[in-house]
Structure formats: C-alpha cells, structure tokens
C-alpha cells in the first residue's frame, strides 16, 4: 500500500511540473494564475495522500492553508489589477 | 541517501542560485526574489539539521528560528518593495544604474 | 523508494529558482515565485516541520503574493514621469559594449561555481553530534505546552519572539516612512461584484474560526502564534480588496492598539517577572500554559493587523489611484 | 479488509486520472476560458476522488469530517475563483475591443 502511495504523489509531481509550462508560456497574467491554481490543488492532493501515508493527521491543516491562499491570489489579482484596462499585460 | 541529505545539498544550490541572481538581475522585484530565494536555502539547510538531529521528535529549536526567520524575511521583503515602489513613482528607474 | 519524492521535489525546487530569475518577462517571474513557495511548502512537510510549512504557505507564498501582484501592477503601468531621462538610461544600455561584460561576467560564474562547491562540502560535513533536541526533550514538561516547537517559541526562546514583534512592528514604520501614512483614507476600489463580497464573507469566519483553532492547537501540535496570524491577516487582505479596509472603519485608537498590544503585553509580563525575581520571560510552571495561551493571542492580532496595514499602505502607495481619489472627493 | 484496500486504489487511480486530465486541458485547450473550466472542474474532481479514497484508508470520523470540509471550501474557493478569472478577462477583452473600435 505504501508503494502505491509513493507512486501516487511521484505522479502527481510530475502533474505540477507539467502544468508549470503554462506559466512560462501563458499569454495573459490570467493563463499564469491558473498554474498557482493548479498547483494548490494538486498540491493538497499531494498533502492528503502524504498524510495517509506518514498516517499524520496535521498536514490536513497545510492542505487548508495552501486553499485559503489560493483563493487570496485569487482576489488579489482580479482587485488589484482591475482598473488596468486596454493595455496589454 | 537519506532524506536530509539530499535537502542540504538542495539547500546550497538555491543560496548560490539567490545569490548569482542577486548579481545578476537587475529589476528591483528579480532582486528582492532572489534575496527571498536565499533566506529560503539557509532555511532548508536548518530544517534538514532538525531531521538529523531527531530523536523523538525532530529538533525544535531550528524549526521555531525558521518560523521567525520566514517572518522578519517577509517584513523585510515588504518593506524592500515599499522602497522599491517609491523610487520608481520618484525617477522612473526600475533598476540601478551607474551613470549619474 | 519514498527518496523519489524528495529528489523529484528538489530538482523541481532547484529548477523553479533558476527559471525564477532567468525569465524574460517579470510576471513569469513573480507567478514562479509562488510556484517556488508551494514546492518549497512541500519539502517542509517531506523534512517533517509541518509549522514551517504552514508558516510558508500562508505567508511567504500568500501575503507576498499579494504584495508582488500589487507591486507589478504598479511597474507595469507607464512610468510617471522624466521620460527623457530614462531614455538617456537606455541609449547608454544599448551602447555599452557587449565585449566590456565579458571579463565580469567569466569572473562571476567562476566565483559562484568555486562558492557552490564550497557551499556543498560544507553542508555535506556538518559536523554530527549537535543540536538541542534532549535539552528540548527534558523541559518539555515544564513548559506547559506539549509541541516542542511552540514551547520553544514562546517559552524558552521568547525572547527572540518578543523581538521579532517588534521588528515586524518597525517593518510597518518603515514602510510608512517610506509611503507616507495613508491608511486611515478611504478605500480606492470597491467591490462592485456581488459574488465576490459574498465569497469574502464567507470566507472571513471560516479563516477567523480556522485561526482560533491553530492558536488553541499549537498547544498539542503544530500550529500557533503565527499560522494564526497569517490567517487572521488574510482576512484583514481580504476585506480591504472587497472595500471594507479595516483600519478605517475601526477607531484610530483601536487599530494602534492592535498593532502595539502584542509587544507592549510581552514587555509588561517581562518587567513583573523581573520585578518578583525571575529572570526575564521565565514564567512559573503552573500559570504557563495559561500565560502562553494569553501571549500567543495577543502576539497572533497584533501581527495580523501588522500584516494588514503593511499590505493596505503598499496598496495604496499607487500613484494613480490616489489621484484618482483625489479628484472624486 | 482487502476490499477496502481495493476500493482505495480505484479512487486514487481515477483521482490522478482526472488530474492528468485537467494539466493535458491547461496545456493543450486554446484560450483562457476553455482552460480555465479544465482546470477547475477536472482537477476538483480528482481532489474529491483522492478526498473519498484517503478519508476510507484513514477511517478516523474526525479526519473523515476535515477531509470533506477540505474538499468542500476547495470547492468553493476554485469555482468562485473560475468565474472572477473569467469576468476579469472578459472586462479586459471588452476594453481592448472598445479601444480599437473607437
């Protein structure tokens, strides 16, 4: 079952790394923010397959956080950047 | 190889990437990363200290030093970038420039 | 077989730093960043300090995303003024001759693969043998807390503690000095979407219960003080984004108290102790675990309402939304 | 007990699989919108599907309890974020559009 476990996360890297490319490519901030999306998601899958696997029930609070800050960059960039219209990002 | 090993030695290649980028780039925002990326390689090297020096549980002492470290970078990053800001609404230079 | 994790979450670190600051535009800098702070928030949990990893999460990856995105806002709108001195800057950039760059350039790479060498056999031979874990281990019970991380903080260690509250506090100065102290204005941009301020309320108990229960928790694990202030400052974020800035809706009072109260508690508990004989922060094993309770909430808002005006006075250092404020009063 | 096992590698299998599905989306689909809806819903999925496999393989009510508030606030969080992403780029294409009429 541990085996499993480890293959389950290496898989779920490999995602993250993957997804990463979009970043560097992504033609408007917008493309780029889905990345950071993508990866607190993936990154809490990664969180809870971890703690099934160090059987640590905390790191289920570090899959929290990592959510609340997805949802601040979130609302961090559609209010910052809104009164930033016609120009090209 | 254990866990810790591979961490420190990760944690040397960062502090050296922070530091060739704090030379390097030249954008007040590429630089204030790189310091960041620097104080986040001298973390790594306590944090996998910690883990060697476990017993029962991992040693606490680096672990509370990171967590005020983390803190007192990012105040001090936030204030770096107020600075940063200030000198661009002042002149319109996003970088130093030696020709004054 | 679980090394694999570690190794792919290295290279993944490793590679995220150096495209950090290679990349050609700024915003692929910055959104790298985070993804830097995420993958680094990961080894943490690898290395087993979940506290640091909480801590890394919300604050270095969180709140200065925040600050960068604010702060690329305003680099990359138009610069405001002394166009013809900036491009005097890039007719002497584009003159310099490329050759003249060589010799430093062969001269730094040299200097920093002979440091990473260095760097790398000084980590590897750290001495073996060190470290505090059994002093740790053997006060633990006298602490009066049971997480050997936050007995460190704020019992045997509260002195660094106490500092780092003030030096958070003189943080904020700073950015005031350099700003200008703008915070007690009115807010620039309203939320004028119904689901967003809807999402913020949502979310604004959700992150204060979350806190609470982090603060209370860092007693038996890993938690405490500053994860709870992370999160207790992101409801002060969220609430300025949504229009709502919370340091001017409350009283002036109130916010300074906030901001001071955690310092000025640790000060006032440090003088009484001295005064009936112990040394500083040695607090009596019986009320510990009250007086940690007490001093991780206080320190815990007044960080969080730290963390908030930094953020509301950066946001508001923006020239032309103050303008534009201007003009509309 | 077996069974058990079985049933949690099933969910963890179909978990990466939606994962995959939502990166080869973000990567591949051409325009924000299209990947926005890749990311937000193929990669909610594979965090439920992981949630249900991890919460039957640790059992506890409590963690079971965390886990589910977990998935539910991630829920939340990504899909109000996939729509102010997408009203955000839509205000700024409108603009754009606006300018080179006028």
Do not use: L
């Given at each position: 079952m541990d085996g499993f476990f480890i293959i389950v996360i290496v898989f779920l890297l490999l995602n993250i790394a993957l997804g990463l490319f979009r970043v560097w490519r992504g033609p408007t901030v917008a493309d780029r923010l889905l990345t950071t999306q993508l990866f607190g998601t993936t990154g809490m899958a990664i969180l809870l397959v971890l703690a099934g696997y160090l059987k640590d029930l905390t790191l289920l609070n570090v899959a929290i956080t990592f959510n609340v800050l997805a949802i601040l960059l979130v609302i961090g960039l559609v209010q910052v950047w809104k009164k930033k219209k016609g120009e090209t990002p | 190889m254990e866990t810790y090993q591979i961490y420190s030695l990760t944690s040397a290649v960062l502090f050296v990437i922070g530091m060739g980028g704090v030379f390097v780039s030249r954008h007040f925002i590429k630089k204030i990363i790189a310091t960041i990326i620097m104080g986040g390689g001298v973390f790594l090297v306590f944090v996998s200290l910690a883990e060697r020096d476990a017993l029962t549980f991992a040693d606490p002492v680096p672990h509370a030093l990171v967590i005020t470290g983390i803190v007192v970078a990012v105040a001090s990053a936030a204030f770096a970038l107020a600075l940063a800001r200030r000198i661009y609404q002042l002149t319109g230079e996003e970088s130093f420039t030696n020709d004054k | 077989m679980s090394i694999m994790i570690d190794i792919i979450l290295a290279v993944l670190a490793i590679y995220l730093a150096l495209q950090c600051l290679f990349a050609p535009r700024l915003t692929q800098t910055v959104f790298l960043f985070f993804a830097f702070g995420l993958a680094l928030a990961l080894a943490w949990v690898r290395l087993g300090a979940v506290d640091v990893a909480i801590t890394e999460a919300a604050i270095a990856s969180g709140f200065l995303g925040v600050l960068f995105l604010d702060a690329l806002r305003d680099f990359s709108l138009a610069p405001p003024l002394k166009w013809d001195n900036l491009e005097v800057v890039h007719s002497s950039l584009a003159t310099k001759n490329p050759k003249s760059l060589f010799l430093p350039r062969l001269a730094l790479m040299l200097g920093l693969g002979l440091f990473l060498l260095i760097a790398l056999e000084a980590v590897w031979k750290i001495?073996?043998?060190?470290?505090l874990t059994a002093a740790a281990e053997a006060l633990l019970p006298e602490s009066g807390v049971e997480h050997p991380v936050t007995a460190v903080l704020l019992n045997f260690r509260a002195y660094d503690t106490w500092l780092e509250l003030g030096v958070i506090l003189l943080g904020l100065l700073a950015t005031f000095a350099v700003g200008g102290i703008k915070i007690y204005r009115k807010p620039p941009v309203v939320a004028d979407d119904i689901l967003l301020r809807q999402v913020i309320l949502f979310f604004t108990p959700v992150l204060f219960l979350f806190g609470a229960f982090l603060l209370y928790f860092g007693k038996s694990g890993p938690g405490g003080a500053f994860q709870a202030a992370v999160l207790w400052g992101a409801i002060g974020i969220l609430l300025h984004l949504g229009g709502r800035p919370v340091f001017s809706m409350i009283p002036r009072w109130l916010g300074q108290l906030s901001l001071t109260v955690g310092l000025g508690f640790f000060l006032i508990l440090g003088f009484f102790l001295l005064a009936g004989g112990a040394t500083l922060f040695e607090y009596p094993p019986a009320y510990a675990g009250v007086l940690i309770l007490i001093i991780e909430t206080l320190a815990a808002i007044s960080i969080a309402a730290a963390l908030t005006a930094i953020f509301a006075n950066l946001n508001q250092m923006n020239k032309e939304e103050s303008n534009q404020i201007e003009s509309t009063n | 007990m077996m069974i058990k096992e079985v049933i949690t590698v099933i969910l963890l299998v179909v978990g990466c699989f939606f994962f995959l599905a939502g990166t080869l989306g973000v990567l591949r689909f051409p325009d924000l919108f299209s990947r926005l809806h890749a990311l937000t819903k193929a990669d909610n999925l594979g965090l439920g599907f992981i949630a249900a496999g991890m919460a039957l393989h640790i059992g506890s009510p409590w963690a079971v309890l965390k886990i589910f508030s977990i998935w539910f606030f991630t829920l939340l969080a990504s899909s109000t974020s996939c729509y102010l992403i997408a009203r955000f780029q839509k205000e700024k294409d409108q603009a754009r559009n606006r300018k080179e009429e006028g």
């Open positions: - | - | 001495p073996e043998g060190g470290g | -």
